[in-house]
């Protein structure tokens, strides 16, 4: 920089002069000074140390924030901090390993340090406003810098809302991914993109909210800062992992204690006893000597970030972390070790681990089933029978052009599920007669094994197909024991069923605002649950005989189930797709043209879902069983594969439970 001429010192002078000569001039020269003097080199895990106070009702240990206790999140944060020339941050990771505490302590660090328009999304605006509550009002509250700086919520000042905070030189916006409007509402400097996985694959039906976030902060150029951070889903699908494998993929070495060679922690590598997780010990990959877990506090105060790729874009920096990484006092190897015992067997619980805890991906299996394999797995039954462990009954129907498909399923503990019958009702969607069919269904009782009966409890019918009869009809009967469902492509992670949402429905000609209520299925999440359930391994039949029970998910047909109905049921194989730019996505594909038993499968799983079978306690399974079981003092039930008593005698469980 050049020495000041005696002109501008004149000038300076001149200033000092003229600006003594009112009221305020002193605050006026020091802000002028103030704004001459350069940010100094600041960094995001500096201003969480030294500003940052975690809250009682936030977190597991209250109290000073220290990045030490996570020593893996300092390069992660300080990536964040203007000085870095970082524009996008991706961390893929497992749950809970510090990485919310971290977005948090970015947020405050704009507000105190580097102001400037800033949004923060979550998967659903409901999503939003509790993160507001339980995260960010914490984190203004309980830190001092920030609380002078965000005023306190007040009915009157539109400056601090649940969804929007105000500070000097910026403004926070939070909003859900399942929010078009908010995604595009103002232009961002900071963007931080929280959950990415369990976004909706569409805002409203107006594209990908991660793109349409990163839009708002292109106008910054070099300045901006976007964070992406989740937890990951299943290969092919998941977000996080995209943006991972295009970035420089960097890992975390840590010294071995005992030779001191540097690596990054490997599932593979933790061993244990059998049966005894607390016998759980790393091995080296270079002495192949076991250390236990008290040696990873030092560990960590040792280890490095290292990238193990070359990014696509110079810009974009990508960072992974297991749970095996948990400091002191979180998830110990031991109860790793132990969680995936607890999975052995259950693909649905061996996924969850691999996500939650591994941080990875998991590999959807999908190849169809074998119908043949299906076939000769038939069981016995008689059409129309509840067998004995089905609790409650939904139904799928698929709308087709001269008929109405519908399958009937019965849903026990565990999601075990048994086909009950398939009904088609001739005549369409045109036809008057086809929708009393469909009427005569749901008020239908049907028998159970052990002397009871029971309705259906939810009918999802899709709306893909004459959508105004459909939402007619749905309209006419009530919406208490039916759901118009849409389905859609690809995973959801956080519901597979959203809604209902309402929209406008044509009754007798007339167009009806917001007349009727439509669900949202994730087609492909239980598609892939059904190929997962059906390919289980069954007891013996000896086994069986002798009570041995089935895993939960369980799928039983029964031999009336004809060849061609099992073909429908595994008509459509999921396969890997690349786009133009090379991303890989997983999308199902018809093996044969016919494939409406899947689709009444999907309704009617959605059906469960939507009654709440996902949802409920023990203690509502077993008040199920009760109302199932039959009359006190009766005669004992028929046995299986009989036709039981007359209705007359029957006690009939009413679908009104279960609302």
């Known amino acids: 920089m050049s020495a000041p001429t005696s002109r501008s010192l004149r000038s300076s002078a001149s200033l000092s002069v003229e600006i003594e000569t009112f009221d305020g001039a002193e605050d006026l020269a020091k802000a002028w000074r103030q704004g001459l003097t350069p940010d100094p080199a600041f960094t995001v895990s500096e201003w969480a140390d030294r500003h940052r106070w975690l809250s009682s009702r936030a977190s597991a240990e209250p109290g000073r924030y220290r990045t030490d206790r996570t020593p893996y999140m300092r390069a992660i944060m300080d990536a964040l901090s203007p000085s870095h020339p970082a524009q996008r941050v991706v961390f893929m990771k497992a749950a809970q390993v510090g990485a919310t505490e971290a977005g948090n302590c970015f947020i405050g660090f704009v507000m105190h340090h580097a102001p400037g328009p800033m949004l923060a999304v979550q998967p659903t605006v409901e999503l939003a406003k509790r993160n507001s509550r339980q995260r960010i009002d914490a984190l203004i509250e309980e830190s001092p810098a920030l609380r002078e700086r965000v005023q ?97 993929q960097r890992r975390f070495f840590m010294p071995c204690p005992l030779c001191g060679h540097m690596q990054w922690l490997r599932f593979e590598r933790l061993r244990w006893e059998k049966g005894r997780p607390e016998t759980a010990a790393y091995h080296c990959e270079d002495c192949e000597q076991a250390f236990a877990e008290h040696h990873k506090a030092a560990m960590l105060g040792a280890g490095e970030w290292r990238a193990t790729g070359t990014s696509q874009d110079p810009r974009t920096i990508g960072f992974h972390l297991s749970a095996l990484y948990s400091p002191p006092g979180w998830k110990s190897w031991a109860d790793i070790a132990r969680d995936k015992e607890m999975v052995a067997g259950s693909d649905e619980a061996e996924r969850v681990f691999r996500n939650t805890v591994l941080g990875e991906t998991w590999v959807e299996t999908g190849d169809a089933p074998d119908w043949q394999r299906l076939a000769d797995r038939r069981e016995h039954g008689t059409a129309g029978i509840v067998p004995a462990g089905g609790l409650f009954l939904t139904a799928g129907a698929d709308v087709q052009k001269d008929r109405i498909e519908v399958d009937v399923w019965a849903w026990g503990r565990g999601l075990e599920s048994w086909l009950v019958e398939h009904v088609v009702i001739e005549g369409g969607p045109g036809s008057e007669a086809c929708w009393h069919g469909l009427n005569e269904l749901l008020g239908r009782a049907w028998p159970h094994e052990n002397g009871s009966s029971l309705t259906i409890v939810r009918l999802a019918i899709d709306t ?196």
């Open 152 to 248: 306190p919520a007040r009915s009157r000042d539109a400056g601090n809302t649940q969804l929007s905070k105000d500070f000097p030189g910026g403004v926070l916006v939070m909003t859900g991914a399942n929010s078009a409007v908010g995604l595009r509402s103002m232009p961002a400097r900071y963007v931080v993109l929280d959950e990415v996985d369990a976004y909706p694959a569409s805002a409203d039906e107006e594209g990908d909210p991660v793109a349409l976030a990163e839009a708002r902060s292109l106008t910054f150029a070099h300045r901006r800062k976007v964070f992406l951070v989740s937890t990951p889903t299943i290969r092919g699908v998941s977000r996080i992992e995209r943006e991972y494998e295009a970035s420089d």
């Open 464 to 659: 893909g197909y004459e959508t105004p009869a459909v939402y007619a009809w749905a309209r006419q009967v009530g919406f208490a024991q039916v759901a118009p469902v849409k389905g859609v492509e690809g995973f959801n992670r956080a519901s597979p069923v959203t809604g209902p949402t309402f929209v406008d429905a044509t009754v007798g000609g007339k167009r009806l605002r917001r007349g009727a209520r439509l669900w949202t299925v994730a087609s492909s999440t239980f598609k892939a649950e059904t190929y997962r359930f059906l390919r289980l391994d069954r007891p013996a039949a000896d086994d069986v005989e002798g009570s041995a029970s089935f895993a939960p998910g369980t799928v039983h047909l029964p031999r009336w189930a004809d060849s061609e109905w099992l073909k429908q049921l595994v008509a459509e194989q999921l396969v890997t797709v690349r786009n133009k730019r090379g991303f890989a996505r997983l999308e199902w594909q018809k093996l044969r043209e016919r494939n409406e038993a899947l689709d009444c499968r999907v309704y009617a799983r959605a059906a469960a879902w939507i009654a709440g079978a996902d949802r409920w306690s023990d203690a509502h399974w077993r008040e199920l069983e009760r109302h199932v079981a039959a009359p006190e003092g009766d005669e004992q039930a028929a046995p299986a594969n009989t036709i039981p008593r007359p209705m007359a005698r029957r006690r009939t469980v009413q679908s009104s439970y279960m609302r």
